[in-house]
């Protein structure tokens, strides 16, 4: 349901690669809520992925850019703001593991392919906001987003060294949450979302196994990519002004439960 609650707000949305992805769930919903906004991706997923149809949709311009190079980002940031004026928010929806993706157990990684993996699923969310406050190119109360798994914070052994990634990522919107709230009243938080079907999540070794697992543990369920678009949006708009520097579970309450009585009952049989 509109509210327009995003009316006049501009933005920049990274990862939405096909309707799977949290990030075109977003897209949909900002549009709906009166945002206009750029997409963007890495230029072999803008080839991969069906983005152009999401773009039509939402009468959006695409721009193709790899988060972890910052001359890519420098010109994304000036074509956005050439377009738009300053921003008022950012969502860093980009995760992806070489190691993951060849089946190298977390104890044998290389080394080459881990770094590789911070870089692009962490590092590059410092790499967006250093630009963007070199720049000057947000609103102040702007809101910058990215998404999580709380694999940051529990072991989920075959999540490999995504795990690592999203510790960092969360730990980076801490830090860098602080300087951008003090010098430019920034707001900089991560979603801990739970586990999603998307094109990255479901090539982790084991996650329709996890996710029922979590789905049983969870008072309410897993939270679907729709729910968490909305979630978003919450963040996105004026009514969250001073939540800043925070990992938000977005996860039918499966952070905070021990065993539910679902899964009890299955190993009492």
Known sequence: MANNLLAGKKGIIFGALNEDSIAWKVAEKAHEQGAEFILTNAPVAMRMGSMGDLAEKTNSEMVSADATSIEDIENLIKVATDKFGKLDFILHSIGMSVNVRKGIHYTHSNHDYYMKAMDVSAISFHKVMKVAMEKDAMNEWGSILALSYIAAQRVFPDYNDMADAKSLLESIARNFGYHFGAQKKVRVNTISQS??????????????????????????????????????ITLFSDFTRYVTMQNLFHDGGFSYTGLSHEVMDKYAK
Not at 218 to 229: D, F, Q, R
């Open 195 to 232: 586990p999603t079907p998307t094109t990255a999540g479901s090539g982790v070794k084991g996650f329709d196994s996890f996710s029922r697992y979590a789905d049983d543990n969870s008072p309410l369920g897993n939270a679907t990519s729709e729910s968490c678009a909305d979630y978003c």
